[in-house]
C-alpha cells in the first residue's frame, strides 16, 4: 500500500535529479508553491517552457499536472504536441515522469516540420494521405514480383566502439565510457554484445546506456537503459542531448570497489561526466 510518505519521497529524488540534469534552466516558479519550470530549446526562436507541479500523490497514485508556455507554438503543431506528452504520461504511469517529458519536447522540437508555414503543414498531411490512397490502389490493380528485403541485422554491422579511461571516484565505484557511431537501432545490441565479450565488462553491476539515432522515417529516437541503476540512463542521454548530437550511443559500466561506501547522488555526476568526457574525446 503506497502513502503520501512514498510519494513525497519519489518528488524529492526527482526535483534532485531534475536539478542536477538541467542546473540553473530548472527553477521553482515561486516559493508558496510545488511549481517547477524549465526551457527547452534547440534554438532561440523554438523556446517551449514547461511547468509542472508535483501534487499530492504523484507520481504512485495521481499523474503530474503540467502546462506549456509557447507563444509561438499554435494550431495543428501545439495539438500534436500536447496530444505526445498526454501519451507519454500514459505510458508512465505511476512513475516520475518529468524526465520523459522533456525527452517528448526535444524529440518534437526535433521534428522537420516545425519549420514548415501551417499552410504547408496542412499540405505535408494531405499530400502523405493522397500518396498512400495511391499505393494502395497501385497494389490493388498490379502485380509485382517480390523483392527479398534485408533485415536490418543483415543490413548493418557492429561499428567500431571507443573506450575511454576508467574514472574512480572515492574508492566506491570505476565507471567506464564507451561510445559508438551507430546508423539503426539495431546496432544498439550489437555493441552491448560485443562491450559483454569481455568478460571485466560482462560482469560489471552496472552497464547503463543511451542514444540517439535517426530512424527511416526521419524521427529521432532518443532511448536509454538504466540496467538496474535507477534513472542513470537518463544521465547518459542528457549529454547528447544537450550536444544535439545523434547517430550516437554512449555505454558507461559502473564496477563497484567498495560496498561500504554509498556515492548517493554522486553517482549520477559521475555517470554524466564519464558520457560529457569520452564525447569531448572521440566524437568532436
Known amino acids: ?36 519550470r524549465v526551457a527547452l530549446e534547440r534554438n532561440p526562436d523554438q523556446r517551449i517552457e514547461l511547468q ?18 509557447a507563444p509561438w507554438l499554435k494550431g495543428d503543431k501545439r495539438q500534436k504536441l500536447m496530444e505526445e506528452l498526454h501519451e507519454t504520461i500514459q505510458q508512465h504511469s505511476n512513475e516520475s515522469v518529468v524526465y520523459c517529458l522533456t525527452q517528448t519536447i526535444y524529440d518534437f522540437l526535433d521534428e522537420k516540420f516545425l519549420f514548415l508555414t501551417d499552410e504547408q503543414y496542412e499540405h505535408s498531411e494531405k499530400s502523405d494521405v493522397s500518396h498512400e490512397n495511391e499505393g494502395n490502389d497501385h497494389v490493388k490493380y498490379a502485380k509485382r514480383l517480390p523483392i527479398p528485403k534485408l533485415s536490418p541485422e543483415e543490413k548493418y554491422t557492429c561499428p567500431e566502439i571507443f573506450t575511454g579511461e576508467p574514472m574512480e571516484e572515492d574508492r566506491a565505484s570505476v565507471f567506464q565510457a564507451h561510445c559508438a557511431r551507430i546508423d539503426h537501432e539495431c546496432q544498439v545490441q550489437m555493441v552491448l554484445d560485443e562491450l559483454k565479450k569481455h568478460k ?17 522515417n526521419g524521427k529521432l529516437l532518443s532511448e536509454c537503459n538504466d540496467d538496474g541503476e535507477n534513472r542513470a540512463g537518463e544521465w547518459v542521454l542528457e549529454p547528447l542531448i544537450h550536444n544535439n548530437l545523434s547517430n550516437v550511443m554512449v555505454v558507461v559500466t559502473r564496477w563497484h570497489r567498495d560496498y561500504s561506501i554509498h556515492m548517493g547522488a554522486g553517482r549520477f555526476t559521475a555517470y554524466k561526466q564519464c558520457c560529457a568526457d569520452i564525447i569531448k574525446n572521440f566524437l568532436k
Open 200 to 216: 571485466k565488462i560482462a560482469t560489471a553491476k552496472h552497464n547503463v546506456y543511451a542514444y540517439r539515432v535517426t530512424a527511416e
Open 1 to 36: 500500500m503506497t502513502t503520501s510518505i512514498d510519494c513525497q519521497e519519489l518528488q524529492r529524488e526527482e526535483i534532485e535529479s531534475l536539478e542536477t540534469i538541467f542546473g540553473s534552466a530548472w527553477s521553482k516558479y515561486d516559493e508558496n508553491s510545488e511549481t517547477y
Open 52 to 69: 509542472v507541479t508535483f501534487i499530492d500523490g504523484y507520481p504512485l497514485r495521481a499523474p503530474i499536472k503540467y502546462s506549456l508556455f
